[in-house]
């Protein structure tokens, strides 16, 4: 007999893991639902032209769990959980794949709510809004978030004056390298941000045109993709693929901070242990990147109480980031243990705690 569910390496006592397959469109598509302990599991839905299910099912699982630790970390009402769609984004989209897709998620009955991810774009996210209501990330309406680019710009860009404080015991940038990989959505705004607070920028992106427009207007120093590794800088800041962060490149890292958008920038855990025994301070990425997701939190917030999107709560949330990111540095600094796994720790000790008030409740019914 063939592994089942239960012994994929990345299986994390989910709640519950939904394969949904529609023959006419051809949707084939798994949800996995972390938990639900904080909240209505959210998490975006990725189309991507995997090679086998299994590899399809291995993605959803880790990311799910992913997204049950960054909301957690943001503080908010939101569990964890995300959607994977097999298929080529570039030749396979159809409006009715998407409605398909909807009406998958909505059989769900709200313990999951999609929102854009890699292959997905918010128009098709619109498609699915017309079949359900348990979609978010739209750009239009009284509750639509829109783009969260610039709100996950601002968290990391907060996130790097916090370590210029503690590293370089300065409040600007000023006389800083930073070499940013990177400068797609995120990263164009990281660019200004960073620019203007003082930042030399070298940067690099695959995107040649992009990368010429940003670098003029930042005064940044261009290099090819693969040598941003060893630029003599102060801050690594990596906003484009994870798992930058491996055994290739850490030795030619002359960085002191690595403080990026980038999911997943890690290739594997102990890459953070080793970061902090040579004394690089790591920003984890899930908690200086959350801020996206807290924007699209407020689109939910206004969705369930039948408000509008209220950007003062999106800054209180940030600042909260912000907060928990210096509790991070403190108690990595007390505990002499990488930042990564306190991250996780306080992460895990809140979504523990939803989960034991929720039982409690429900023994007290």
Known sequence: MGKTLFDSPSFANHEGVHAFTDEKTGLKAIVAVHSTARGPACGGTRMWNYASAEEALEDVLRLSKGMSYKNAIADLEMGGGKSVIIGDSKTQKTPELFHAFGRAVDTLGGIYYAAEDVGVSVSDIAEARKVTPYVLGLSDGPEASGDPSPVTAEGVFRSTLVVARRLWKQDDLTGLTVALQGIG????????????????LVMTDVNTALLAEVAARTNAEIVAPDAIYDVKADIYAPCALGATLNPQTLDRLTVKAVVGAANNQLATPDIGDILFQRGVLYAPDYVVNGGGIINVAAEMNARLSGGAYDPAWVE??????????????????????????????????????AADAKAELQRAA
Request: glycine share 8%; net charge negative.
């Open 185 to 200: 959505h995120v990263g164009g705004y990281l660019a200004d941000k960073l620019h203007a607070a003082g930042a030399k």
């Open 316 to 353: 209180a949330k940030l600042a909260r980031l912000i907060e928990t990111f210096e509790e991070i540095l403190d108690r990595s600094a007390a505990e002499g243990r990488s930042t990564h796994l306190i991250a996780d720790a306080i992460a895990e000790a809140r979504i523990q705690a």
